[in-house]
């Protein structure tokens, strides 16, 4: 087997030859994705310190074979926290860990186990028309603008998913805006690049968000309701095995997880459905065609476009060696276009008969929990748009910004305007 200095030069052809890929640009990452499948399959790049993979094969192996790769790091800051930011998360009683995403087996399955029975088909069923009602208030607004312009990502993406989970978890519907700017500095002390001055506003909302995970789990044990906490904590009394720091720990990880890639996934279901006239045009006459359009919008462009593992052991990828304790990440976004496995895999087509096969949602033991939620939000979103607004036109599609992430690629703005 190749060495890791072998395998890097061979992989890259240059050192510093990136065939494009910035780790952090998410304007338009899929050139270089392609480039990358093609010319530099595991690429070492020193830049972030990662083994970057962009194969369908190779990240679905990976993600299988979780006794090889953990995901222990899938929480890591990629950005060492600066002393500033440290300081300040410890004053504040920051004590935070991955709900479930990078804990391991036994403790991953043990907890798992536990959260899954609370994600039930007869929840989702309670709470369709919960959220049907709340996009057509939010509908009924947007369309009774006197300029006939909206911006999807804020006056509906960014609401839909959030009145959901706040909902779900017992949380104060009246602080959509705090849980969104809290979720923001996840995003950005986890997976952003920012400077050690840059992370001093993002540690102290950390520290805000822990503390109401906290309250959450202290006022379940106190008054208990009609909510997934309160569950949990029942679980508890009930005798299961979770503490109330781990119930604290899912609350931290779904008051992000279950809004965030999910109000991308409404944002970006409108932005490309628009942007593919013809295949919108066939969703407003055929609405039941929508729940495989949602499955082709995850392919084609995924709320998390890079996801992370570290190799437990020597091992390898795609024939390259990777080195016991290196860490790994798996671009999925690259993966779901990968022409080995998607025929014409950069076109966009509603009717692509594996689109379901995308690895947006991850694969194997972490398969993302809140999938099916995600999904009924996406379906009553465009249900209700098909329905009620077809004449929708989005502004130029290219001049559209995304935030710089290494692995949630977020649109900034999906402006729209529309016909009286
Ligand atoms: C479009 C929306 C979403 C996307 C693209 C997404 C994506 C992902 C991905 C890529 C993973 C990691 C999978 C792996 O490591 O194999 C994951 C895990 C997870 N997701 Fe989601 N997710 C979405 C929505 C949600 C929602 C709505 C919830 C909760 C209500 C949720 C809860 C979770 C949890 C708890 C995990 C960790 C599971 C584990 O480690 O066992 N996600 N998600």
């Not at 030859?17 to 780790?23: A, I, N």
């Not at 399955?109 to 057509?136: C, G, S």
């Not at 919108?280 to 995850?298: G, T, Y």
């Not at 809140?370 to 004449?391: D, F, S, W, Y």
């Amino acid at each position: 087997m190749a060495t890791t200095q072998d395998v890097t030069a061979r992989s890259t052809g240059c050192p510093v030859d990136h065939h494009g890929y910035q780790p952090f640009d998410q304007h338009d990452p899929f050139p270089a994705y392609a480039e990358l499948r093609r010319e530099a399959p595991v690429m070492f790049d020193e830049r972030i310190g990662y083994w970057v993979v962009t194969r369908y094969d190779d990240i679905k192996a990976v993600f299988a074979d979780w006794e090889t790769f953990s995901s222990e790091n899938a929480q890591k800051p990629v950005r060492e926290r600066g002393p500033q930011a440290r300081k300040i998360m410890e004053d504040g009683g920051f004590t935070a860990y991955s709900g479930l995403s990078a804990r391991v087996p036994p403790e991953h399955t043990r907890i798992r186990e536990i959260v899954q029975r609370e994600f039930t088909p007869r929840r989702y069923k309670t709470l369709e028309p919960f959220i049907r009602a709340n996009v057509d208030v939010l509908l009924d607004k947007l369309l009774a603008r006197p300029d006939r312009r909206a911006d999807l990502f804020r006056d509906l993406a960014y609401d839909v998913p959030t009145i959901t989970i706040l909902t779900l978890l017992g949380a104060d519907v009246g602080q959509i805006d705090t849980y969104k700017r809290w979720s923001d500095s996840r995003a950005a002390m986890t997976w952003g690049d920012l400077s050690d001055e840059e992370q001093v506003p993002h540690a102290h909302n950390l520290v805000e968000y822990w503390q109401e995970c906290l309250a959450l789990v202290a006022r379940a044990h106190e008054e208990g309701g009609d909510d997934l906490i309160s569950d949990l904590v029942r679980d508890q009394q009930d005798g299961a095995e979770i503490t109330d720091h781990e119930i604290a720990s899912i609350a931290y990880s779904l008051l992000f997880a279950g809004h965030e890639t999910t109000t991308t996934l409404i944002a970006n279901s409108l932005r490309v459905l628009l942007a593919h006239g013809d295949q919108w045009q066939a969703l407003v006459e055929d609405p039941k065609r929508i729940k495989a359009a949602i499955e082709e919008v995850l392919r084609y462009s995924p709320s998390i476009v890079g996801w992370r593992r570290r190799a437990l052991k020597d091992a390898e990828i795609g024939g390259v060696a990777i080195p016991a304790g290196a860490d790994v990440l798996l671009l999925m976004g690259s993966a779901n276009r990968d022409e080995a496995h998607f025929a014409d895999g950069e076109t966009f087509d509603i009717d692509r008969p594996n689109a379901r096969e995308h690895l947006a949602f991850g694969y194997g033991i972490h398969y993302c929990l809140g999938n099916m939620l995600a999904k009924l939000q996406a379906r009553i979103v465009l249900e209700q748009v098909v329905a009620r607004a077809p004449q929708l036109t989005l502004e130029d599609p290219d001049a559209i910004g995304y935030r710089e992430n290494l692995s949630f690629r977020i649109p900034l703005a999906v402006p729209v305007t529309w016909e009286a």
